[in-house]
């Protein structure tokens, strides 16, 4: 089940790749007496997949938190008859301690994704998992949209709102106008203002946007359990999600964490995307040292390099989360360059991934 944003990320990943195919020239390695095929070592594929299934399973308890939280809102609600207004005067303590809970949550389940999307997003038999819990857009962009919508208990549609990640944290946080309680000021704490952090979700919306995320979190953890990896599942996966720094970058730079108040994303308020990205190729380093061995028997030299270039990318994004985590303020100036920077690093590893998997003749899939 190939997705169209998978294509897309694959097509600039594999032009590389193939100017440098067509581009190299000879070298010690490339000289030297290939590896008789029998005795080329083999990749060994179990660490990705067991470093996947701890991922799913993580998730699908932290969501199951989170649901269970959600039912429990709902509940007192449904018992105010959905006058939030009253509940909010009622049930002060309770409301504050469901939003406080929630957003734990939720920082709780960010990073258990996060860690493993370089394989989920990069695995075209897993990548639609991708586009529905953190990466699919909302209706207003049908190239990109998630496929499905959220029917709530009280008859209501949300048609393609945006994948669950967004819906949960934006519901949470009140940073997504439409899935807010209606008729309130969320002042939890009673101190008279409405702070950034205090929100009161429509009950109704929430708990059906966390009864659907429960089930896509269940289904990727059994379709996760029945994915036999392949070489041509990791290689593909290293070409795909390599090079996609720029995407990460642009949603850091428009996030509260570089601009502020004028922010224009609306999610990416729990954690910095400098941390997912730093996930991200936490994950991918993983998958690399799985198939190095093989890229070796091809190019020692050139499977070293490209280990070397990895880590080099993964170290400069964990230096930027410290600093940023150190009280450093990047400017969108800074986030652009950086960003820049970290998009032609990547786009150079991909390609001398894409370039290792032609001569070991394992097709990407597209």
């Known amino acids: 089940?190939?997705?169209?944003?998978?294509?897309?990320?694959?097509?600039?990943?594999?032009?590389?790749?193939?100017?440098?195919?067509?581009?190299?020239?000879?070298?010690?390695?490339?000289?030297?007496?290939?590896?008789?095929?029998?005795?080329?070592?083999?990749?060994?594929?179990?660490?990705?997949?067991?470093?996947?299934l701890e991922h799913t399973t993580k998730l699908k308890t932290d969501v199951g938190t989170l649901r269970q939280e959600a039912e429990?809102?709902?509940?007192?609600?449904?018992?105010?008859?959905?006058?939030?207004?009253?509940?909010?005067?009622?049930?002060?303590?309770?409301?504050?301690?469901?939003?406080?809970?929630?957003?734990?949550?939720?920082?709780?389940?960010?990073?258990?994704?996060?860690?493993?999307?370089?394989?989920?997003?990069?695995?075209?038999?897993?990548?639609?998992?991708d586009v529905i819990i953190d990466a699919g857009g909302d209706a207003s962009d049908p190239e990109n949209a998630v496929p499905f919508s959220i029917k709530t208990p009280d008859g209501r549609t949300f048609k393609q709102p945006g994948n669950f990640n967004y819906l949960i944290e934006t519901s949470i946080f009140g940073t997504e106008p439409k899935f807010a309680a209606k008729g309130v000021k969320p002042d939890l704490d009673g101190d008279g203002k409405v702070e950034f952090g205090e929100a009161m979700p429509d009950a109704n919306f929430y708990v059906a946007a966390a009864r659907d995320f429960q089930t896509q979190a269940?289904?990727?953890?059994?379709?996760?359990?029945?994915?036999?990896?392949?070489?041509?599942?990791?290689?593909?996966?290293?070409?795909?999600?390599?090079?996609?720094?720029?995407?990460?970058?642009e949603a850091w730079k428009n996030s509260r964490f570089v601009a502020g108040d004028k922010a224009t994303e609306k999610a990416f308020v729990v954690a910095s995307r400098l941390q997912d990205i730093t996930d991200i190729l936490g994950g991918l380093d993983l998958i690399y040292a799985?198939?190095?061995?093989?890229?070796?028997?091809?190019?020692?030299?050139?499977?070293?390099?490209?280990?070397?270039?990895?880590?080099?990318?993964?170290?400069?994004?964990?230096?930027?989360?410290?600093?940023?985590?150190?009280?450093?303020?990047?400017?969108?100036?800074?986030?652009?360059t950086l960003g820049s920077d970290a998009q032609g690093r990547a786009e150079a590893i991909a390609g001398q991934i894409s370039q290792a998997a032609g001569k070991l003749k394992i097709p990407l899939e597209s």
Not at 294 to 299: D, E, P, R
């Open 218 to 249: 269940d289904e990727l953890d059994a379709a996760a359990r029945k994915w036999q990896p392949t070489p041509q599942d990791a290689f593909t996966a290293l070409v795909v999600m390599t090079p996609t720094m720029s995407e990460y970058f």
């Open 1 to 52: 089940m190939t997705t169209a944003r998978f294509a897309r990320r694959m097509m600039p990943a594999l032009a590389v790749g193939a100017f440098l195919v067509a581009g190299c020239g000879s070298s010690d390695d490339e000289n030297a007496t290939p590896t008789p095929a029998a005795e080329k070592p083999t990749a060994n594929l179990a660490p990705i997949k067991d470093y996947l």
């Open 290 to 336: 799985s198939v190095k061995p093989q890229i070796a028997s091809v190019s020692s030299a050139q499977a070293n390099q490209t280990g070397q270039s990895l880590q080099q990318l993964h170290d400069f994004a964990k230096k930027l989360r410290d600093e940023e985590t150190g009280g450093r303020k990047f400017t969108a100036d800074e986030a652009e």
């Open 72 to 129: 429990d809102y709902y509940a007192m609600a449904k018992e105010a008859n959905f006058d939030y207004s009253k509940l909010l005067e009622t049930r002060r303590a309770d409301v504050e301690e469901f939003v406080k809970n929630a957003q734990k949550g939720f920082a709780d389940a960010n990073p258990a994704y996060e860690q493993m999307e370089g394989v989920v997003a990069g695995v075209p038999s897993l990548a639609d998992y």
